[in-house]
């Protein structure tokens, strides 16, 4: 059980879900904040984004997330979400496996629409369904996603007319374990370098972005995590207030919350 944790430690990516699922019957708490500097405003944009993860069992997780943000000058609670992730295929070998996962996210989100850009974690209200695709080969994770993602009106703020409100959504993550060179107990460090690229197309009018993050990772005992990365548009043709940026992640696993999961699952 500690091997396959192990495993699983380089496919732990900053922006981006694996299609690997926390343990079952464990319960994972990140504390997710960006710090993104504004375009046509002095300023950055503060973002808190507290979320907790429960493995229902092998192939099924849930997770909740608040969204906090400093837009109007003050820590002010916007909105929340719920995401479902199915792992539907998995085989594995020795020293590598693949897993193949369906997710879908509902999202609510009161505050004002300022971009065109569609994200519905932690900006809009709306909805988003995808596919995830990881492959890990010894200490490299290489993870893909494609997922169409909606955008709903706001309670106070219809949604602009002239933007598109829906968009495809595509990602495509590596990561690679540096540290240790080799294992000793589960105790030690590790430490993961990672490069994500995400991008997005809007469907109605063929506006789209990329972006490129560079990432360092910590991960201590097999179960507290440590994220830092930088995310900078690569290009844009679209209107986005706050494109470049840093992350810093807080992540704990509590492990068999609910009891100890069998070997079968």
Known sequence: MLFLQRLNAQELFVITDP???VPAKSLAVNLMQSM?????????????????????NKNLMVRTSAFVSNR??????????FMAKY??????????HFRMAAYGRYSFNRADIHQEQIEILGHNTGYEAGII???LIK????????????ALDHPDHDFPASFGNNATNYTLSFGSLVYPKKY????????????????QTINENGK???DITPAVQFIFNSQARIDLAYRREIYSSMLRTAPNGVYLNLYYTFFNVAGKATVKE
Do not use: C, W
């Open 19 to 21: 299609a690997s699922n």
């Open 36 to 56: 993104f500097k504004e375009q046509f405003v002095s300023g950055y944009h503060y973002h808190l984004m507290p979320e907790i993860t429960y493995g229902l």
């Open 72 to 81: 109007s000058n003050q820590l002010y609670v916007e909105g929340g979400s």
């Open 87 to 96: 792992r539907f295929y998995s085989t594995d070998d020795l020293n590598s």
């Open 133 to 135: 695709a990881t492959k």
């Open 139 to 150: 200490k490299l994770a290489i993870s893909s996603s494609l997922s169409y993602e909606q």
């Open 184 to 199: 000793k107990n589960f105790k030690q460090t590790n430490i993961n370098l990672m490069l994500e690229f995400a991008g």
């Open 208 to 210: 789209s972005f990329l």
